[in-house]
């Protein structure tokens, strides 16, 4: 099974601009500390802020999170990928993140992963453009975050030397 996931990945010559992919999830109280700990914020206003037992989830615990679901997609993990920043959108004042909502621990978060640009770099990279959205369980968006951009290598030849080897030995 663990290597049909990964047949399914994309080459870069394979993403579209305007394709979508999809994961669902949800951070709980124990990876928000985690995280708190670890990026050491300390903001009064995180601390206070519950819903009965949830608490409110910081908006860079969220993209982190994003971020992490992203490259566990079976469309790009095995990728030579690389976050290399955002690019700010014209139609925003130049910025490229939007919190429309409060997210709670333990809330579901929809996510969608679209293609906004693709292009090429040099002979062995290419950069995709990827456009995040999260909404909740009733459908209400969470979360804009447009004009992610990665760099990812155009021929992934280690990864299918690695494929075949364990092909073989079966």
Known sequence: LRWWIKIRMLKFSEFK????????CSISEKE?????KFSRVKNVFLENKQKGEQKLVSGRAILSRMEGEFTRLSQI???DIIFLGTDGDSEWGNRNTR??????TNQILKLKFS???KNDNDKEYGKITIDYEGTN???EIIVLSKKNIYRIKKWFKKFLIGLFSK???R
């Open 167 to 169: 092909w073989c030995s």
């Open 99 to 104: 919190f429309l909502k409060p997210l709670y």
């Open 32 to 36: 928000l500390e985690e995280y708190l």
């Open 77 to 79: 993990y095995g990728n």
């Open 137 to 139: 369980q009733d459908g």
């Open 115 to 117: 293609v906004s640009n």
């Open 17 to 24: 601009i305007g394709d979508s992919f999809f994961s669902t």
